[in-house]
């Protein structure tokens, strides 16, 4: 009679070693594959955010200097120069004080337009693309035309109001302390306006529209209806918005070096631009990498709650 071996043979299945050798190559093989496809990503992750990322905070630990080659290790210095400098808190209050403004008022204003975008009316797909407009522009151009907007000799804000007199002598919009604040802040909530109008409007659409058709019938007023259910669909769109806007805007540089570039003087400072200013123009590449890891530290702390709040409403429920 043949053996087991011969029959395996016919009907075409290896057995013994070899076969379970290939086998396991196999599932080897498999077990890497979804790995082999996610290589290229993680490889750009890897040289665009890990390696700048780890060499910044090898750097605050260092005296080094863009204008000479050599530098030594020293320690918490670069952190104990930071805390007793006064102009690292004029920033650091700065960075709040736009992060808090501009927040408040982007949601105010995202959600204002996302109640009206909810509403269903004529031409409402054309106004949507209209207001993403900011949005999709290059912050580059946002900040330029803002520049050009407040310039007090050829700007056009203030063409209009000697046009309309409510003014003899142009504005200094972008010099004087009492204005150069509301400039910024308008700018940066002008840039992040859609996107808190987008999420808004994402959650309103979420939210039963039997809820108002039941609550109308009951009598409920529109104050009423606002308060008992647009609000309670919208908290957790509305924790979420905030700390995604605390991220974006307690990290903004770009429109705020662009029209300002932290003045006059240090009136506009920003920790992004102080540690920019300290790191490429002072040269000081480790005391700026110091600041620029105060940043790091508090947008991964609010990270980390935001990243944490699906998980605990997982949980509750």
């Not at 080897?28 to 496809?37: D, E, H, I, T, W």
């Not at 004029?90 to 009206?116: E, P």
């Not at 019938?217 to 529109?222: I, R, T």
């Given at each position: 009679?043949?053996?087991?071996?011969?029959?395996?043979?016919?009907?075409?299945?290896?057995?013994?070693?070899?076969?379970?050798?290939?086998?396991?190559?196999?599932?080897?093989?498999?077990?890497?594959?979804?790995?082999?496809?996610?290589?290229?990503?993680?490889?750009l992750?890897?040289?665009?955010?890990?390696?700048?990322?780890?060499?910044?905070?090898?750097?605050?630990?260092?005296?080094?200097?863009?204008?000479?080659?050599?530098?030594d290790?020293?320690?918490?210095?670069?952190?104990?120069?930071?805390?007793?400098?006064?102009?690292?808190?004029?920033?650091?209050?700065?960075?709040?004080?736009?992060?808090?403004t501009?927040?408040?008022?982007?949601?105010?204003?995202?959600g204002?337009?996302?109640?009206?975008?909810?509403?269903?009316?004529?031409?409402?797909?054309?106004?949507?693309?209209?207001?993403?407009?900011?949005?999709?522009?290059?912050?580059?151009?946002?900040?330029?035309?803002?520049?050009?907007?407040?310039?007090?000799?050829?700007?056009?804000?203030?063409?209009?109001?000697?046009?309309?007199?409510?003014?003899?002598?142009?504005v200094l919009?972008?010099?004087?302390t009492?204005?150069?604040?509301?400039?910024?802040?308008?700018?940066?909530?002008?840039?992040?306006?859609?996107?808190?109008?987008?999420?808004?409007?994402?959650?309103?659409?979420?939210?039963?529209?039997?809820?108002?058709?039941?609550?109308?019938?009951?009598?409920?007023?529109?104050?009423?209806?606002?308060?008992?259910?647009?609000?309670?669909?919208?908290?957790?769109?509305?924790?979420?918005?905030?700390?995604?806007?605390?991220?974006?805007?307690?990290?903004?540089?770009?429109?705020?070096?662009?029209?300002?570039?932290?003045?006059?003087?240090?009136?506009?400072?920003?920790?992004?631009?102080?540690?920019?200013?300290?790191?490429?123009?002072?040269?000081?590449?480790?005391?700026?990498?110091?600041?620029?890891?105060?940043?790091?530290?508090?947008?991964?702390?609010?990270?980390?709650?935001?990243?944490?709040?699906?998980?605990?409403?997982?949980?509750?429920?």
């Amino acid at each position: 009679m043949p053996s087991s071996r011969s029959q395996s043979m016919a009907a075409g299945r290896p057995s013994g070693p070899a076969g379970g050798g290939r086998t396991r190559r196999h599932a080897l093989g498999s077990a890497l594959a979804p790995y082999a496809f996610l290589a290229p990503a993680i490889l750009l992750v890897l040289g665009m955010l890990v390696y700048p990322l780890g060499y910044a905070v090898y750097f605050s630990f260092t005296n080094k200097a863009m204008i000479r080659e050599a530098y030594d290790q020293v320690g918490w210095s670069n952190y104990s120069a930071l805390v007793h400098n006064a102009a690292f808190w004029t920033a650091l209050w700065h960075s709040v004080l736009l992060t808090v403004t501009t927040g408040i008022l982007t949601l105010v204003l995202g959600g204002l337009l996302a109640l009206l975008l909810n509403r269903r009316f004529r031409l409402r797909g054309m106004f949507r693309g209209i207001l993403l407009v900011p949005w999709v522009m290059p912050p580059i151009v946002t900040g330029l035309m803002f520049r050009w907007l407040c310039n007090d000799y050829y700007g056009w804000l203030n063409h209009v109001l000697q046009q309309l007199h409510l003014t003899s002598q142009p504005v200094l919009f972008l010099v004087d302390t009492r204005w150069v604040w509301m400039v910024l802040i308008t700018a940066n909530a002008w840039i992040e306006y859609p996107f808190v109008m987008l999420m808004f409007l994402a959650a309103l659409q979420s939210i039963n529209p039997d809820f108002y058709r039941a609550a109308k019938v009951d009598g409920a007023s529109v104050l009423q209806r606002f308060w008992h259910i647009t609000l309670p669909g919208l908290r957790k769109a509305l924790l979420l918005i905030g700390l995604l806007e605390v991220i974006f805007m307690f990290k903004s540089f770009d429109l705020v070096w662009i029209i300002t570039k932290g003045g006059p003087g240090t009136t506009t400072e920003t920790l992004a631009t102080f540690a920019y200013r300290h790191a490429f123009e002072g040269y000081e590449t480790g005391y700026g990498s110091a600041a620029a890891m105060v940043i790091f530290v508090v947008l991964f702390a609010v990270s980390l709650v935001y990243l944490s709040i699906p998980a605990t409403r997982t949980e509750e429920a």
